[in-house]
């Protein structure tokens, strides 16, 4: 049975108040795999919700994703899919998340305007390759959220697109070209929990997952990763990986977990700050002295 959440609801939230230890209310593969990640930025980020500025990338990557979405609607419902269309759906995006969530972190007005075009050529690349959707699509922007047996909380999930054929894509942004054989092996939480969820929800198992990378090299690329569809074993690792994330939130599991990731985090001071038992309160207040 398919339970749709409100568009409006926060696609993760832990349930938990700081140190409650209680379980969180659901698990979305993005949340699993930012808390296996590093758990102390997942709790900088989640559960303390301390704000920072959009790396540029992220606010990139999301307007990119609006006007997609806008294509694939308009697809959908028989509306304008045309390029000035999808490109006015992307310069709304660019502006409407600068204002309601940024700000963004660009270092000057250039850098802010090479990124916009920047993102206005890939949407353009994505429009006039082989990729860009040409029948009407099954569903797009589809949120689910399932019973899966072997997790202790639902598990959500939103996905990009469905293909006629059951085939779930997601769109990915990225600087340089994926190395399509590690490419599936990185997303596959995602990919893994989007096949769990649509055979929750259909009965249905996709012949394939999918992910299309936009990539902002000078002349942009668009490629897609196909990966087959999960075994029983596949799925019981992700299950239990996406377990593991839902019971060391639930155990008030967070400590730093230093690797190369460290390099682009935002939380350094706040990280250099901990000491086991602290609160988000005595990290600031230690940060600020
Ligand atoms: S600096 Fe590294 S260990 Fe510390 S919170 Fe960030 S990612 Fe985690």
């Given at each position: 049975m398919i339970a749709t959440l409100n568009?409006?609801?926060?696609?993760?939230?832990?349930?938990?108040?700081?140190?409650?230890q209680t379980l969180p209310q659901h698990i979305s593969p993005s949340a699993a795999k930012a808390y296996l990640g590093c758990s102390l930025k997942f709790y900088f980020e989640?559960?303390?919700?301390i704000r920072k500025a959009t790396p540029v990338a992220l606010h990139l990557g999301k307007a990119v994703h609006a006007a997609l979405q806008s294509f694939h609607l308009a697809r959908w419902r028989g509306g304008d899919d045309s390029v000035e269309a999808v490109a006015n759906a992307y310069e709304l995006a660019f502006h409407r998340l600068e204002r309601?969530?940024?700000?963004?972190?660009?270092?000057?007005e250039a850098e802010r305007e090479k990124a916009r075009q920047d993102g206005l050529r890939v949407v353009a690349a994505y429009l006039d390759?082989?990729?860009?959707?040409k029948e009407k699509p099954r569903a797009v922007e589809v949120m689910l959220k399932e019973n899966i047996p072997g997790l202790s909380v639902p598990l959500t999930g939103a996905m990009d697109l469905v293909e006629g054929n059951f085939t779930p894509v997601d769109f990915k942004s990225a600087a340089a070209k994926p190395d399509s054989a590690n490419a599936a092996f990185d997303h596959e939480i995602q990919l893994v929990s989007y096949q769990l969820l649509m055979e929750a929800a259909t009965g249905e198992t996709p012949p394939s997952l999918d992910l299309v990378f936009l990539v902002k090299t000078k002349t942009p690329q668009v490629i897609r990763v196909k990966s087959p569809p999960a075994d029983a074993h596949r799925k019981r690792r992700v299950v239990a990986l996406l377990e593991t994330a839902v019971q060391g939130i639930a155990e008030d599991r967070f400590h730093p977990q230093p690797a190369?990731?460290?390099?682009?985090?935002?939380?350094k001071n706040e990280c250099k700050a901990w000491l086991p038992g602290m609160t988000v309160e005595d990290i600031h207040r230690k940060h600020a002295a």
């Amino acid at each position: 049975m398919i339970a749709t959440l409100n568009p409006h609801e926060a696609p993760f939230t832990t349930g938990l108040t700081p140190w409650a230890q209680t379980l969180p209310q659901h698990i979305s593969p993005s949340a699993a795999k930012a808390y296996l990640g590093c758990s102390l930025k997942f709790y900088f980020e989640r559960v303390a919700c301390i704000r920072k500025a959009t790396p540029v990338a992220l606010h990139l990557g999301k307007a990119v994703h609006a006007a997609l979405q806008s294509f694939h609607l308009a697809r959908w419902r028989g509306g304008d899919d045309s390029v000035e269309a999808v490109a006015n759906a992307y310069e709304l995006a660019f502006h409407r998340l600068e204002r309601d969530e940024g700000p963004v972190n660009f270092d000057d007005e250039a850098e802010r305007e090479k990124a916009r075009q920047d993102g206005l050529r890939v949407v353009a690349a994505y429009l006039d390759s082989p990729e860009a959707m040409k029948e009407k699509p099954r569903a797009v922007e589809v949120m689910l959220k399932e019973n899966i047996p072997g997790l202790s909380v639902p598990l959500t999930g939103a996905m990009d697109l469905v293909e006629g054929n059951f085939t779930p894509v997601d769109f990915k942004s990225a600087a340089a070209k994926p190395d399509s054989a590690n490419a599936a092996f990185d997303h596959e939480i995602q990919l893994v929990s989007y096949q769990l969820l649509m055979e929750a929800a259909t009965g249905e198992t996709p012949p394939s997952l999918d992910l299309v990378f936009l990539v902002k090299t000078k002349t942009p690329q668009v490629i897609r990763v196909k990966s087959p569809p999960a075994d029983a074993h596949r799925k019981r690792r992700v299950v239990a990986l996406l377990e593991t994330a839902v019971q060391g939130i639930a155990e008030d599991r967070f400590h730093p977990q230093p690797a190369m990731h460290c390099s682009w985090c935002q939380f350094k001071n706040e990280c250099k700050a901990w000491l086991p038992g602290m609160t988000v309160e005595d990290i600031h207040r230690k940060h600020a002295a």
